[in-house]
């Protein structure tokens, strides 16, 4: 999800500490924290809703033994906070609003705009040093 096409950086390139970022909230939606820069997310639109909505729901009524939410900050490194459609762990709710723990299934609703190798998450089937993800999809919205 690291692109210009995916995510456009703040106007002016202005590195922020990780603590700096893990407080802030961002009214018109969530960012994703790259080595220092805050980079904002495609909104969306409502077809993108659409599926987001559909895969958490799905997930909820046949698999009971999973977790699923829309995004959710998700730590894949120290210095980076990746925001996926849909977060998945198994088990129940995660206590902490931030997962440090590899999900089981991260789910991408992709865009027009998206392109396959813009997905930020692909750094989590590589040496993470939170560990590797176990499942991860696009999905063609």
Known sequence: MASSSRMK???TTTLISVEEYLRTSYSDGDREYIDGRVVER???TLPHAH?????????AN???TIWAAVEVRV??????????DVTCVLGS???SSILYEPPFLVIEVL???DRAEDDGFAELNGNSPIGKLR????FDG
Do not use: C
């Open 9 to 11: 950086g703040m106007g």
């Open 42 to 44: 495609n909104l969306g």
């Open 51 to 59: 599926w987001q909505t559909r895969f958490v729901v799905f997930l």
């Open 62 to 64: 046949n698999y009971k």
């Open 75 to 84: 730590q894949v490194k120290p210095t980076r906070y990746r925001v996926p």
């Open 93 to 95: 709710r995660p206590e």
């Open 111 to 113: 865009s027009p705009d």
């Open 135 to 138: 499942q991860r999809a696009g």
